[in-house]
């Protein structure tokens, strides 16, 4: 820990220094800019005033040259401040892309080893609790309950990777991959109580509430709707208090199949509301273990079966995640 919060102090040391390099090349280049400006406009004023010298003024085109020699000083002028303008702009266009394209790299390098962190962290701890069950299994002679919960237990776990297996691989498929899509007609109703059943093994201790309606049908790819619903379920469940509970629903509207999964957490913050479905993304404060893949994984899922997913707040606090098909 101590040596996690040292990387940590590095990095950022590091990204300040690379800013404050970045800000005083700029701030050297416009300067440098203003300085060559000055310095040609006033080197064209003392030409200009030379040439005025070299005429005679009892010469009897003295004003004719003169008039010329102050348009050709207005011409220089216009030249510079045009050209000055033109690259001034074009240096701070170029600062702001190159300012963008840097915040968004330090911002991805920053995501990927929160993602890697998270990861390796969802990993570890299914396969503890697996490797755990299944010494206890071998190493002591339990009665037959006690056995068949471990059983269950690591059967979940083993779920819970398969789930989290899925999100990887659904992660690095192309955005409008189908060719490996399955679909077919499915029963909500059998569909959500199959995905309540799974949760109800994982978090025995939360409560889960289903308001599900009958004769609904859809058609997708059945395990890959399962895996989204999970994972707005699980998501719910990381989100919110432990009393709280979870409620999953389904029901026609309007010519639509609605799937809904509803939260009492904290809810979404307004300024995050647009960013909660980016990959990698998580919002300030997140207490909860995550990867930052489930909700990005699960529109992809309904988008690719030609499906919505919406977020809008639950009164008085929460969240409702709701998935649309249209009616077959």
């Keep these: 820990m101590i040596f996690s919060g040292f990387r940590s102090r590095v990095r950022k040391k590091r990204i300040t220094r690379i800013y404050a390099l970045y800000w005083f090349l700029l701030a050297y280049i416009v300067a440098a800019l203003i300085f060559w400006f000055i310095s040609l406009n006033k080197q064209n ?131 409008k991959e189908k060719s490996v899509m399955t679909r077919e007609n499915i029963q909500v109703s059998e569909l959500l109580e199959e995905c309540l059943n799974q949760q109800k093994l994982h978090f025995p201790q939360r409560v889960f509430r289903s308001e599900i309606q009958e004769g609904l049908v859809i058609y997708a790819d059945r395990i890959l709707i399962q895996l989204a619903i999970n994972n ?20 026609g509207e309007k010519g639509k199949v609605v799937i809904q999964v509803i939260d009492e957490g904290e809810g979404i913050r307004q300024e995050e509301a647009g960013k909660i479905f980016d990959k990698y993304f998580r919002g300030e404060g997140m207490q909860a273990k995550g990867t930052g893949l489930g909700l990005y994984v699960t529109q992809r899922i309904v988008h690719q079966n030609d499906g919505a997913l919406t977020v809008k707040p639950n009164h008085p606090k929460g969240s409702v995640f709701t998935i649309s098909f249209a009616v077959i």
């Excluded at 002679?141 to 990887?168: H, P, Y």
């Design 232 to 251: 707005l379920l699980n998501n719910a469940v990381k989100y919110s208090p432990k009393e709280a509970p979870v409620v999953a629903r389904s029901f």
């Design 45 to 175: 004023e003392e030409i200009i005033t030379f040439k005025k010298e070299q005429l005679i003024q009892s010469a009897p085109d003295y004003n004719l040259q003169i008039e010329k020699l102050d348009k050709e000083d207005r011409r220089k002028r216009f030249q510079y401040i045009g050209e000055g303008t033109t690259f001034f702009v074009l240096i701070m266009v170029g600062a702001v892309i190159v300012f963008r394209l840097l915040r968004t790299q330090f911002r991805l390098a920053r995501q990927q080893r929160d993602f890697m962190v998270a990861v390796t962290h969802e990993l570890k701890t299914p396969i503890a609790v697996t490797k755990l069950n299944l010494e206890t299994l071998q190493k002591r002679k339990l009665d037959e309950s006690v056995r068949d919960r471990l059983i269950a237990a690591t059967l979940a776990e083993t779920d819970r990777l398969n789930a989290l297996c899925s999100n990887m691989l659904l992660l690095n498929e192309p955005e």
